[in-house]
């Protein structure tokens, strides 16, 4: 099994983008910074994401993103499914021609497998991680670095 960095940092920025949207768009690059992702990757993933209609952009002024619905009803799972990553842990992406062509003695467990972890992650949602005390723990000390990284004497130095 594995999960990319593609489906890490979707669920990282989904769920960064649900902490600090309040009522107020989130832009990308608030969000690069906060978790050090790649801006240019952030925008790779969030046209799929918004192509899955789980964020929609604003434009203009302050603009950025916001969550497409509830965070109640964004699941794990459809975020990673939006950036076309998958949690398949079968050696032939369960086609079944694992064993030249055939299927293999263990299949049935890998295809089993993919199976639980696709139900655990399609049972969390967003606000669901949102609620825990160490997400939020996490979120403020990221806030708490920035401030403390903009207002160091060096920081507006050349």
């Not at 990282?12 to 600090?20: G, R, Y």
């Not at 062509?101 to 399609?122: P, Q």
Request: proline letters at 2%.
């Amino acid at each position: 099994m594995r999960l990319t960095t593609k489906g890490r940092y979707a669920v990282t920025a989904m769920l960064d983008l649900t902490i600090h949207a309040d009522d107020k768009p989130v832009s990308l690059s608030e969000i690069s910074e906060r978790q050090s992702i790649s801006l240019s990757y952030l925008e790779q993933l969030f046209s799929r994401l918004r192509q899955s209609e789980l964020v929609s952009s604003v434009r203009g002024p302050g603009g950025g993103y916001r969550l497409g619905r509830n965070s109640e009803d964004i699941y794990i799972a459809q975020i990673i499914e939006a950036v076309n990553e998958s949690v398949d842990t079968t050696s032939c992406q369960g086609k079944g021609d694992c064993q030249g062509g055939e299927i293999c003695l263990t299949h049935a467990l890998w295809d089993e497998l993919t199976a639980e972890i696709h139900n655990f992650l399609n049972g969390i949602s967003l606000a669901h991680l949102m609620a825990r005390r160490d997400v939020k723990n996490i979120a403020q000390r990221q806030v708490d670095q920035l401030l403390i990284l903009s207002e160091s004497p060096q920081a507006g130095a050349c």
